[in-house]
């Protein structure tokens, strides 16, 4: 392997963000004025410029069409310090796309576009087994954040390919309406899953209160490591190796925007914790940088 290789992987969708913001609150059918932009995003996406902010070097697995939105988003990423060399780029399939409308009282609604991704399927993880990042003899041994934007099939196929065997699991669900993708992946014994509240009631066909609650139904339900967040109130992390469930609290901020902080989140942990951090410190350190991204404090 060249000593250009990335510290860390970051697997599936790579989109543009059109995120429309109003500084009032809103409801079904409102019509204000507000601001529009668009953003390289995704979760993938998110997550590894997030990364780079943190100092590592994060390169994307992922589906962009031969089109003008994948050339100007492929440029932008690589300017914000992501190594897109090794993703697919497919003929036929468009680019995909995020919509989303933020008010003052948070999330509206959103619509993913993330067909060409599940279409192009286990293409994007030709690096993985052709040389460039691994085979099937010598596999990725580092981190890799994966993210539920993935088929579940996919899903499936990774939480029991070799390509994974040695690699550090960090797995997140796109959205609640995709969370039930990660059940092949519950008890895989090398993830760490990092959801809601919401998505850990999906996973367990319940609701809780708590994100403590959340945490321990989720190790007894066989997950290794979970992470989970609910808003502005108190996070877990949970551990079946170590054997308890702890909680922290974000700092309270002003909230500016919303889409992208649980990618913040899952980021801001996972470097804390290659950087020797303990279970507290990392939950601490990544409840803060998810805190001062929904300010506005932290760019984009």
Known sequence: MSESRPDILCIGSVLWDIIGRASVHMHEGSDVPGRIERLPGGVAMNIAMTLHRFGLKPAVLTALGRDSQGNDLIRTAEVLGVDCSYLYRSDDLPT??????????????????????EAAGEKIL????????????????????????????????????????????RVA???????????????HPAATLYVNLEEAGILCQGRFDSAQHAAETLLERGAQRVL????????????????????????PVLVTRVTGAGDTFMAAHLVAEQRGAGREEALERALTAAARYVSGELAT
Not at 97 to 116: F, K, P
Not at 173 to 187: D, I, Q, T, V
């Open 173 to 187: 669900p796109a959205s609640p309406g995709k969370a039930e993708r990660l059940m092949p992946l519950l008890r």
């Open 228 to 251: 989970v967040t609910d808003g502005g109130k108190a996070a877990a992390d949970g551990s079946a190796v170590a054997g308890n469930v702890i909680a922290s609290a974000p700092p």
């Open 126 to 169: 030709a690096p993985l087994s052709d040389g460039r990042l691994g085979t099937e003899n010598e596999p990725w041994t580092g981190a890799i954040a994966l993210d539920g934007n993935l088929t579940e099939a996919l899903l499936s196929q990774i939480a029991h390919s070799p390509l994974f065997a040695k690699a550090d699991l």
């Open 96 to 117: 995909d796309r995020y919509m989303a409308i933020e008010g003052a009282n948070g999330l509206i609604a959103a619509i993913a576009d993330a067909h060409s991704l």
